[in-house]
C-alpha cells in the first residue's frame, strides 16, 4: 500500500515537471503579462486619486476666493458704514448708550487707535463663515507709541440732557472681548459725576488663555465700590505702561439688570 501512494506521487510530480517544461514558455508570458497589468492597473487608480486631489483643491481654493470677495465686499461696505452712522453702530455695542458720546485719550498723542471692525464681531450663527449679515465690533490697539504712559476709550453721558447715567437700577457689568495675542491686558472704570473713579483690571477676572479665545466677562456693580451709581459721568477701557501693548476687540458691552428667576 505505501509503494502503491509513493508511485503515485511521482507520477504527479513527473507529469507536473513535463507540463512546466512543455507550457513553461506559455505561463512565463502570461505571468509577465498579468503583472502589467497589474502595474497599470495601479498607476490608474493612483493617477484617478491625484485627479480628485487636484479637483477638491481648485474647488477649495475656488471658495476660498469667493468668500474673500464676499468678505471683502462687506468689509467696504461696513467701513462706509461706519463713517456715515457711528451712533448706530455705538448702540449695537452699548445698548445703554443713551445719547452718550465717545471720547478717547493717549499720553503721548497716538498712543491709542479705536475703531469698529468687522475683524472682531463676536462668532455667531450668522457670521459663522465670516461673510453673514454685517457682523461689527470694537478694536482698541494700545502702545503705538515708545514711551507711552497711557490712555483709553470710553463713553459719557456729560453732553446729555441729565448729564449722567442712571445705573442704578442694574447689578452688573458685561462685555465680551478677545486678545489677538492671548496676554493683553486693559482696565474698565466707572467715574461719578463727583469725579470719584473705579478701575478694574481684567487679569484679576479673566486668564490669558481664555482671553485668546474670546470671554465674556460680568462685573458685579458692588465691586466698584463708592460711586454713586444713580449719577455715573462716564464708562471706559483703559491702559497704561504696565499694560504694554496689544489689540483687543470687544462686543457687547452692557449693563445688566437683576435675573427674575427664583
Same mark, same amino acid.
Given at each position: ?27 512565463? =508570458? ?22 480628485? +486631489?487636484? /479637483? ?12 474673500? #470677495? #464676499? ?7 461696513? @467701513? ?6 457711528? =451712533? ?10 443713551? *445719547?452718550?458720546?465717545?471720547?478717547? /485719550? ?30 461689527? *465690533? ?9 514711551? /507711552?504712559?497711557?490712555?483709553?476709550? *470710553? =463713553?459719557? /453721558? ?11 437700577? @442694574?447689578?452688573?457689568?458685561? +462685555?465680551?472681548?478677545? *486678545? ?7 482696565? #474698565? ?74
Amino acid at each position: 500500500m505505501m509503494a502503491m501512494r509513493q508511485n503515485e506521487t511521482n507520477l504527479d510530480e513527473t507529469q507536473e515537471m513535463i507540463e512546466r517544461r512543455v507550457l513553461g514558455g506559455h505561463l512565463l =508570458v502570461r505571468g509577465e503579462n498579468e503583472n502589467q497589468e497589474r502595474v497599470s492597473s495601479f498607476k490608474k487608480r493612483c493617477d484617478q486619486v491625484l485627479t480628485s +486631489v487636484k /479637483w477638491v483643491k481648485e474647488v477649495t481654493s475656488a471658495l476660498s476666493s469667493i468668500k474673500a #470677495i #464676499i468678505a471683502s465686499a462687506f468689509g467696504m461696505g461696513l @467701513f462706509v458704514f461706519s463713517t456715515t452712522s457711528q =451712533v448706530n453702530l455705538l448702540s449695537e455695542l452699548f445698548p445703554q448708550i443713551s *445719547g452718550g458720546k465717545q471720547f478717547s /485719550w493717549s499720553d503721548p498723542d497716538g498712543t491709542i487707535k479705536a475703531g469698529f471692525d468687522s475683524g472682531c464681531a463676536r462668532p455667531t450663527w450668522r457670521n459663522a463663515f465670516g461673510f453673514l449679515g454685517v457682523p461689527s *465690533g470694537f478694536r482698541l490697539q494700545y502702545g503705538l507709541v515708545p514711551n /507711552w504712559r497711557g490712555g483709553g476709550w *470710553g =463713553v459719557h /453721558w456729560a453732553g446729555t440732557t441729565t448729564q449722567h447715567f442712571d445705573a442704578s437700577g @442694574f447689578n452688573a457689568l458685561r +462685555v465680551w472681548v478677545r *486678545g489677538a495675542n492671548g496676554d493683553e491686558a486693559f482696565e #474698565i472704570g466707572l467715574k461719578d459725576t463727583k469725579g470719584k473713579e473705579v478701575k478694574i483690571e481684567s487679569k484679576d477676572r479673566v486668564a490669558a488663555d481664555a482671553l485668546k479665545g474670546g470671554v465674556e466677562m460680568t462685573i458685579p456693580l458692588s465691586e466698584f465700590q463708592g460711586l454713586n451709581l444713580n449719577s455715573l459721568n462716564n464708562i471706559s477701557i483703559s491702559f497704561n505702561e504696565s499694560h504694554g501693548s496689544g489689540s483687543l476687540c470687544f462686543n457687547n458691552l452692557s449693563f445688566e439688570k437683576p435675573s427674575l428667576r427664583i
